[in-house]
């Protein structure tokens, strides 16, 4: 990552890490002036992020031999970086509930 650039105003923006945006954590620069420029390319994952959590998927298991599959979304797996060979943890919170959720 670029450790500086420059600003609309002409100074130069220095690279920053742990920069909130939308209650996420990124890095981007920030300028003297006040102007603040986040990595566009973890902007766009979160902004996508937020707007998948506003809806409702409604998947149909398949199977294998004896095991159920559940397929993904691939908007979904784009936007938590899944693929084939990851880990996820699958917990049974109650008799009609379960959490899958990836391990990092």
Same mark, same amino acid.
């Given at each position: 990552?670029?450790?500086?650039?420059?600003?609309?105003?002409?100074?130069?923006?220095?690279?920053?890490?742990?920069?909130?945006? /939308?209650? /996420?954590?990124?890095?981007?620069?920030?300028?003297?002036?006040?102007?603040?420029?986040? /990595?566009?390319?973890?902007? &766009?994952?979160?902004?996508?992020? /937020?707007?998948?959590?506003?809806?409702?998927?409604?998947?149909?298991?398949?199977?294998?031999?004896?095991?159920?599959?559940?397929?993904?979304?691939?908007?979904?797996?784009?936007?938590?970086?899944?693929?084939?060979?990851? &880990?996820?943890?699958?917990?049974?919170?109650?008799?009609?509930?379960?959490?899958?959720?990836?391990?990092?």
């Amino acid at each position: 990552m670029k450790k500086e650039m420059r600003c609309a105003c002409g100074k130069t923006a220095e690279y920053v890490e742990h920069m909130k945006f /939308n209650n /996420n954590d990124l890095d981007g620069w920030r300028c003297s002036c006040g102007e603040v420029y986040y /990595n566009p390319q973890k902007v &766009e994952r979160i902004l996508l992020l /937020n707007k998948l959590k506003k809806q409702s998927f409604r998947l149909r298991l398949s199977q294998v031999r004896s095991n159920l599959i559940l397929r993904i979304p691939k908007e979904v797996s784009d936007v938590l970086d899944l693929h084939k060979g990851c &880990e996820v943890e699958f917990i049974l919170k109650d008799r009609d509930k379960i959490v899958i959720h990836p391990i990092t």
